[in-house]
């Protein structure tokens, strides 16, 4: 099975109720299974989130889902990026953090703090118009054909393994829940993991995988002595890069379980695997996708992710293809996986994205009002709703507020409350 059959049937013929389930990890209580995952928006000014950030989160968490996770957020080291409006985390940008943690909590979620170094991604421009940045990395590859920066040293490696403790650390002051270790999409953890940009000799590299995931290991293992036993660990994890949608981090089942087995001993607590389709199944001779497998292989929790109610991957929406909501559709297939133990969270990123509302109106039947995604919505300057006093709907109550969907600023700025 590589694609399942587009049958909508009526906006009843579904139950995630499954879904709705608390779940406790460490010290944290989720109240159901939903995950609102990192998603790129670039709200940002020299690393720090401004307010149009702090409420997008917040509205996730009002609209359903019980775990934010930020998105890709610099440690504080210099190599970690040089774009001003990515995230950062930093004694100048942690009060700002602390504000988005705190709406998210006051809204009844819980939060962590993505911590992400890009490695030698290039992004364009970082040599040109930061000519002091020199990106560090496993080896200095960016994927196979191209490089970019250098391969760290050990004592770069030593310095950037402080800086991730340190980034844990500032999550956990500021009343973070936990942190995602991003070692996904071909980023620098992920450069350790994969073969093709990992090209060191020494104990960080080499043909196995337990030598490619020595770093990561370590720097979840620092992560965990410095932050305690009730702080979470959840480490992002892909096959898939940006620049390659067929790499391979390991090429059999035996390889993930001892991948999954060496982070679990280190300190994670939970295994965000991240594919582009959730259904696609990894391996000839079964159904199970990367999430599946991972899970066969560990107690810890797993986080399924890849396409939930949208019929196109996440790299097709940014090259500007518009999906079609897939409404009821897998719905059924994304239980009968959770049922049958394949993961026990879900992430819904563009869905969530298109309509902050996305888990309450798919738990209560209201299919036809969820706005669908459009390719545009990760590039606005502004979140696709904004807040409007209700008392301009007949009957409304003082001090009542809807959500109005906008398209475009324009529109956001004229939104008028739409009457029943």
Known sequence: ??????????????DITPLLQPLRIRGVQLRNRFVMPGMQRYWC????????????????????????????????HPSATKNPTFARISPGTREAWRACVAGVHEAGGAMFLQLWHQGAVNYGGDADSNPNFVALSPSGVAHPGESFGRAATGAELASLKRAFVQGALDAAEIGADGVELHSAHGFLLDQFLWPGTNLRTDRYGGQAIAGRATFVAEVTEAVRAATGPDFVISVRISQWKESDFDAKVVEEPGQLGELVGLLRAAGADIFHVSTRRFWTPEWEGSD???????????DAAVIAVGSVGLDIDVMASLAGQEGRPTGTSRIGELVRRFQRGDFDLVSVGRSQIGDPNWVTKMTDHRIPDIRGFRANDTSLSHDVVTTLPATLRPGGILGDTVDEYAGDLACRLAARVRRP
């Open 45 to 76: 000014v020299d690393g720090a989130p401004d307010r149009r950030l702090r409420e997008y989160y917040r509205r996730r968490v009002l609209g359903g889902a019980s775990l934010v996770i930020s998105e890709s957020c610099a440690i504080d």
């Open 288 to 298: 199970l996708g990367l999430a599946g497998w991972a899970k066969s292989f560990t």
């Open 1 to 14: 099975m590589s694609e399942l059959e587009e049958s909508a049937g009526p906006a009843t013929d579904y």
